[in-house]
């Protein structure tokens, strides 16, 4: 197997007041290239801080994490991911496919190429009439799949997903899962934080469960779910059994 992402005794602290709030908790977890892994945890539990160590905009207070084999510090790891950020925001003042222009640049993406791949995720993701209309006038949902088509333009092999379907309406989510399907399908990698667990069990080949900056179960669906019956039932088992000991952050 070969990994498209390793984290290895990852921890991140931040100052809090007199004291130190643990983000993230020792947390190791290798995700296999091609597969889809689901990111759970309650509000607060460390997943966004994760996802940020992962793109090189935190640095771990200790442990360390890989992209591909590259340390994520080293920029070029960075040029195989594609990301979503939770409730992401953009300059108002461009189009829809200027920033898509900008951002295919940023890949040092050829002109011919950029305009072809904006023009198909713009179809795919229902903002063709949208996308020479300044971003300011897009709702919060068409700004989101504005957001989804910018971390898809350049074909990364590692999509990074932070709940990408929060403020999406029904048939927004259904593309977002049949993009995260496509990707798999494509020999992609996917590694997505969510709260919505029907939607997290449908498309993920294995999840993990992060509670109080620590990884408490990781495995596929029925792994993890095991006798509670259910991904709910389990995860607010895995969150109470936690915070009973004293974990919560
Ligand atoms: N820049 C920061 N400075 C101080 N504390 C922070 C910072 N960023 C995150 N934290 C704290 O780290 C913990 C984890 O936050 P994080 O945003 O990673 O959680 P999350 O799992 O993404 O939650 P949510 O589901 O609400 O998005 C929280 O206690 C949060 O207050
Ligand atoms: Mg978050």
Redo the contacts with the bound molecule.
């Keep these: 197997m070969s990994a498209a992402l390793e984290i290895d005794g990852l921890t991140?602290s931040?100052?809090?007041g007199k004291g130190i709030?643990?983000?993230?908790r020792s947390l190791n977890l290798t995700v296999a290239a091609g597969s889809v892994f689901g990111f759970l945890?309650?509000?607060?539990?460390?997943?966004?801080?994760?996802?940020?160590v992962l793109l090189g905009f935190?640095s771990p207070t200790s442990g360390s994490a890989r992209v591909f084999g590259r340390t994520v510090s080293d920029t070029m790891a960075r040029d195989r991911i594609g990301f979503l950020a939770?409730n992401p925001d953009t300059y108002g003042f461009l189009t829809g496919r200027e920033l898509l222009g900008f951002t295919g640049r940023l890949f040092r993406m050829e002109k011919g190429l950029i305009s072809r791949r904006a023009g198909e995720l713009f179809a795919s993701l229902g903002l063709s009439s949208a996308a020479d209309r300044r971003i300011a006038s897009y709702s919060r949902g068409m700004k989101q799949r504005l957001c989804m088509a910018q971390s898809l333009i350049n074909d990364p092999d590692l999509l990074i997903l932070?709940?990408p379907t929060g403020g999406l309406d029904p048939i927004g989510r259904r593309e977002v899962r049949r993009i995260i399907t496509e990707r798999r399908s494509a020999g992609k990698t996917v590694f997505f934080?969510s709260?919505e667990l029907s939607e997290v069990e449908l498309v993920s080949d294995r999840i993990g469960v992060?509670v109080a900056?620590r990884l408490v179960a990781e495995g596929t669906v029925d792994e993890v779910v095991g006798p509670a019956g259910n991904l709910e039932r389990r995860f607010v088992q895995l969150v109470e059994e936690e915070s009973g000991k004293g974990g919560a952050?």
């Design positions: 991140v931040f100052p809090s709030v643990q983000a993230v945890g309650p509000n607060g539990a460390g997943k966004t801080t994760t996802i940020h935190q939770e932070d709940e934080s709260h992060l900056g952050a």
